[in-house]
């Protein structure tokens, strides 16, 4: 069974920074497109980053790009979201997502096939 982990949430002031990490499990993901996704409370989930099988193509949305940066260790089956200069707009539920292998890299959720429980990011103010 496949099962995604998402870990290092928590709360942190505005200009402070978190590191998310995502565990897969049950399934062989180096061949997977890997994203992160958030929901605000009241909001619709949003496309935050994605990173292609390779680690070779990245993605952001505009409103983290410059301050997140996604990466990923394929022998680890892991993917990570290093979050610096936060802002209370990022406040929300992160959630890691992956592909089926050899899946384009994608922007939408709909291209995800397989997603973790979430893990919360509270920024004050």
């Known amino acids: 069974q496949v099962q995604l982990v998402e870990s290092g949430g928590g709360l942190v002031q505005a200009g402070g920074s978190l590191r998310l990490s995502c565990a897969a499990s049950?399934?062989?993901?180096?061949?997977?497109?890997m994203g992160w996704f958030r929901q605000a409370r009241g909001k619709e989930r949003e496309f935050v980053a994605a990173?292609?099988?390779?680690?070779?193509?990245?993605y952001y949305a505009d409103s983290v790009k410059g301050r997140f940066t996604i990466s990923r260790d394929n022998a680890k089956n892991t993917e990570y979201l290093q979050m610096n200069s936060l802002k209370p707009e990022d406040t929300a539920v992160y959630y890691c997502?992956?592909?089926?292998?050899?899946?384009?890299?994608?922007?939408?959720?709909?291209?995800?096939?397989?997603w973790g429980q979430g893990t919360q990011v509270t920024v004050s103010s």
């Open positions: 990173i292609s099988w390779s680690g070779g193509s990245v």
């Open positions: 049950g399934g062989t993901f180096s061949r997977s497109a």
């Open positions: 997502a992956a592909s089926t292998p050899w899946a384009i890299t994608s922007r939408e959720s709909k291209e995800y096939d397989y």
